[in-house]
């Protein structure tokens, strides 16, 4: 079993920046395809984007692209979702999910999800 704890959401006006961080438990973080996903109140679950096992491919939503990026520390068993020129409509929570196969079968493990509230 996984376990993904986000971290840095919070207030934020629009135009500025947060960097969400997820650390993950076990040995075997460097395995997982990692992805990046928000909910806004009212609306479904929504893609955002994600990173390769080896950080050689990123993904990204065309919602966010251009101002998000995902890296990640294989040694620090932690994903990042670096969050520039935002607006109140990426105001959510927002989840990270492993992919245990690597290769985009299914997102096996969820975090419980950090607030972001962008203010106009």
């Known amino acids: 079993q996984v376990q993904l704890v986000e971290s840095g959401g919070g207030l934020v006006q629009a135009g500025g920046s947060l960097r969400l961080s997820c650390a993950a438990s076990g040995r075997t973080f460097s395995m997982y395809r990692m992805g990046w996903f928000r909910q806004a109140p009212g609306k479904e679950r929504e893609f955002v984007g994600y990173?390769?096992?080896?950080?050689?491919?990123?993904y990204y939503a065309d919602s966010v692209k251009g101002r998000f990026t995902i890296s990640r520390d294989n040694a620090k068993n932690t994903v990042y979702l670096q969050m520039n020129s935002l607006k109140p409509e990426d105001t959510a929570v927002y989840f990270c999910?492993?992919?245990?196969?690597?290769?985009?079968?299914?997102?096996?493990?969820w975090g419980q999800g950090t607030q972001v509230t962008v203010s106009s």
């Open positions: 999910a492993a992919d245990r196969s690597g290769v985009g079968i299914r997102w096996d493990y």
């Open positions: 990173i390769s096992r080896s950080s050689g491919t990123t």
